[in-house]
């Protein structure tokens, strides 16, 4: 099955700077990749996705990149704030309308945290 | 509010006890995931629901069990629990099976003592 790897495990900035996160996956079959955000108690939160037929994906001041050929992507915040600071999930599904994969594999998370 | 619905929020219990958590799903949805998060192993899929019909199952022990009712929303079992299972569980809902772009619940913490 598919497995992800996710580095760093902890990650700590000062406020401005940038931020990444990046992820290895196993299945090449894989097609798309989202990131989640995960706040202290609360539930994972989507944020940004790709798909593998595009190798880079930009929402204001988060940005997804993508190397199918090497089997990774990642997670880049610029000027980072303090509310930045959570738990960030990289995840990997080879999804296809009609298959039977449905399923999220996830990374094991980074814990950003953001200085003042 | 993301409009999937997880009750009870906090939930403890004794080993070898059962316990039931329940999800509705958002207005629309059909899919139903479950997802087990604790410390040391991250969020692993346990199971997936599409309009009533199990489609795919992860790291499910055989001591939890699932379904999902006609009106969509799904529960999910526990039983014979082990201190082990002491983790928040999340349940997720998309439109489609393959909409993998979905929506978490607050989640259920489940304390076994």
């Known amino acids: 099955g598919e497995n992800v790897e996710q580095h760093p495990s902890t990650l700590s900035v000062q406020e401005g700077d940038s931020a990444v996160i990046k992820c290895t996956y196993s299945?090449?079959?894989?097609?798309?990749f989202p990131w989640y955000k995960q706040e202290l108690g609360k539930r994972p939160q989507l944020i940004i996705d790709i798909r593998s037929n595009v190798g880079e994906k930009k929402d204001q001041r988060i940005a997804v990149t993508l190397n199918k050929t090497a089997k990774h992507f990642s997670l880049h915040i610029t000027e980072t704030q303090p509310e930045d600071s959570a738990v960030y999930f990289c995840?990997?599904?080879?999804?296809?309308?009609?298959?039977?994969?449905?399923?999220?594999?996830f990374g094991k998370g980074t814990l950003l945290t953001v200085n003042p | 509010d993301s409009g999937v619905t997880q009750t009870p929020k906090h939930l403890i219990t004794a080993t070898g006890q059962r316990v039931t958590l329940r999800c509705s799903p958002r207005?629309?949805?059909?899919?139903v995931y479950w997802y087990q998060q604790s410390l040391d192993q991250g969020l692993q899929f346990l199971i997936q629901y599409y309009n009533g019909e199990e489609r795919a199952k992860g790291n499910i022990l055989e001591r939890f069990s699932a379904q999902q009712f006609p009106d969509l929303h799904s529960e999910l079992n526990l039983s014979s629990l082990e201190l082990g299972d002491s983790a928040l569980y999340f349940c997720?809902?998309?439109?489609?099976?393959?909409?993998?772009?979905?929506?978490f619940g607050s989640g259920t913490r489940l304390t076994v003592v």
């Open positions: 997720a809902s998309s439109v489609e099976p393959g909409a993998v772009g979905y929506t």
């Open positions: 299945d090449s079959a894989s097609n798309y």
């Open positions: 995840a990997a599904s080879s999804w296809n309308s009609g298959g039977s994969n449905y399923k999220l594999t």
């Open positions: 207005s629309g949805d059909l899919s």
